[in-house]
């Protein structure tokens, strides 16, 4: 008998930290734009002072990003 296979749709927002040197570091991601809005926002107050970004993985584009250095 067949096992059943489950489709998990892959992640479409990215969060990244940018590093000193300007390197991204991932953080997390997120399949829905408003969690992942919401969660840059609770990521932001965590490592206050930093920049991070959210990027969407299908276009490469920055949706939005937090002030930092």
Request: proline residues 4%; hydrophobic residues 40%.
């Amino acid at each position: 008998m067949p096992g059943h296979i489950s489709t998990i749709p892959e992640p479409l927002y990215d969060i990244l930290l940018e590093d000193a040197d300007g390197r991204y570091l991932w953080l997390e991601s997120q399949h829905d734009l408003d969690a992942a809005r919401e969660r840059l926002r609770l990521c932001a107050a965590d490592y206050s002072g930093m920049r991070l970004i959210l990027w969407d993985r299908r276009s490469r584009v920055v949706v939005l990003q937090t002030e930092g250095y």
